[in-house]
């Protein structure tokens, strides 16, 4: 069964806050598997419009990081987040 991962694109504009997101959201990503590959560091823009802060988390299925991020658990964090920055959340599915 291919993996799912879970990319995030944010701007984060409110720094004092974003690490009551990112506790919050640690805590479903251990609930749900989730496994992060990339939180944020160094990034440039090859084409297109970028954001500052770049995650992908890896889950063990498509199905496994839709629950993650439809869950109680992370629908408490996502409220956070909303307060602490703006992006673009997808999930996808990986290759076999």
């Known amino acids: 069964m291919p993996k799912g991962y879970l990319i995030a694109r ?3 504009t ?14 479903a990503m251990a609930k749900f ?3 992060p590959l990339v ?6 823009a090859m084409d297109g419009e970028a954001r500052p802060r770049n995650v992908i988390i890896e889950f063990e299925s498509f199905e ?7 869950s109680e ?8 987040r909303l307060k602490a920055g703006v992006g673009e959340v997808v999930i996808v599915e ?3």
């Open 73 to 80: 658990t992370y629908r408490a964090a996502r409220e956070e």
């Open 33 to 35: 598997g989730g496994k």
């Open 39 to 44: 939180r944020g560091g160094r990034y440039e």
């Open 14 to 27: 409110d720094p004092n806050h974003y690490p009551v997101y990112a506790r919050l959201a640690g805590e």
């Open 10 to 12: 944010i701007t984060v």
């Open 94 to 96: 990986g290759a076999d």
């Open 64 to 70: 496994r990081a839709r629950e993650y991020y439809l």
